[in-house]
């Protein structure tokens, strides 16, 4: 058996991939041979108002950061197949149809990362927005579930299949100032697991990536010096770089990773270590 990653005559849907780690995940899943459709809420040629998405969104709008067209556009000049779709995971029948989609323009779906995250809801906990607590429940949560939910039958079909979901250290550490955030991201890892199980019979796999602090544009939106702290708790002192998350869903979605299932693997830098 080699041991290259090789994804050829595979299809994934990645969410979130307008910017930051959805994108070099499906930068690096084309590489590796994948056809790949990108879900996002926001897409280049959008005029709508993002507002109620929140100050990132509102943020990496203005600012421009927002590639998902030119993303698929990126991954079509490797020489693979390529959607950027606009949908809005928290809505059952925008994933129904992005789902649709995928199977009917790209021939299949057997990966999905669940990507698409909120991370611009930081308050103490008697400050925290009910309102954005519902709203991350559902972004990160209930979203993971309908993708899910829609990709599973076609992976089923086909007897083969990868979901890997995008959880954190703020999930298994919790994270100070990040009670909704931690809480979806711990709950990522009890539907990984129940995947895992339920998936094993249908040749489905499930894992998630428990990702620390990775430089994505995201990152470098918020404070400096707090970043310099965090990033101080590593033992490499440093953030992660978008490439090292998307290296290892690239192995978790390979025939190299078909015995892995149910686990969370920490990207972290060792984050979680008694580091002094
Ligand atoms: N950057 C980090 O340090 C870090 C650490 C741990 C986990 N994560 C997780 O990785 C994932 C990506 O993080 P990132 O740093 O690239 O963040 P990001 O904000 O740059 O990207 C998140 C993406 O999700 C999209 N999105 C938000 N709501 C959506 C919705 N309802 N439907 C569809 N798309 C939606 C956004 O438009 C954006 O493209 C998130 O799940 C995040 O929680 C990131």
């Not at 994934?12 to 879900?39: E, F």
């Not at 669940?114 to 209930?142: M, Y």
């Not at 550490?173 to 979806?184: E, V």
Request: some cysteine.
């Amino acid at each position: 058996m080699s041991l290259e990653i090789d994804l050829s005559g595979r299809v994934a849907l990645v969410t979130g991939g307008s910017r930051g780690l959805g994108r070099a995940d499906a930068l690096t899943l084309a590489r590796a041979g994948a056809d790949v459709a990108i879900a996002d809420i926001q897409v280049e040629s959008d005029e709508s108002d993002v507002a109620e998405w929140g100050p990132l969104a509102l943020v990496a709008k203005a600012q421009g950061i927002v590639y998902t067209e030119s993303t698929a556009r990126e991954i079509e000049e490797l020489g693979r197949r390529a959607l950027a779709i606009k949908c809005d995971v928290t809505d059952r029948a925008q994933v129904d149809a992005t789902v649709a989609r995928v199977v009917d323009e790209l021939g299949s779906l057997d990966i999905l990362v669940n990507n698409a995250g909120t991370l611009d809801h930081a308050a103490q906990f008697p400050k925290q927005s009910s309102e954005l607590w519902d709203r991350d429940l559902r972004v990160n949560l209930t979203g993971a579930f309908n993708c899910a939910q829609a990709a599973w039958p076609h992976m089923q079909e086909r007897g083969w299949g990868r979901i890997v979901n995008m959880a954190s250290v703020a999930g298994t550490l919790g994270g100070f100032g990040q009670a909704s955030y931690s809480t979806t991201k711990a709950g990522l890892l009890g539907l990984t697991r129940t995947l895992a199980m339920e998936g094993a019979r249908h040749g489905i796999t499930c894992n998630a990536i428990v990702a620390g602090i990775i430089g994505t544009e995201a990152f470098h939106f918020a404070n400096a010096e707090m970043n310099e702290r965090i990033a101080n708790r590593t033992v490499f002192k440093r953030p992660g770089d978008p490439q090292d998350v998307a290296n290892a869903i690239a192995f978790l979605c390979s025939d190299l990773a078909s015995y892995v299932t149910g686990v969370g693997l920490n990207v972290s830098g060792g984050i979680e270590l008694f580091a002094f």
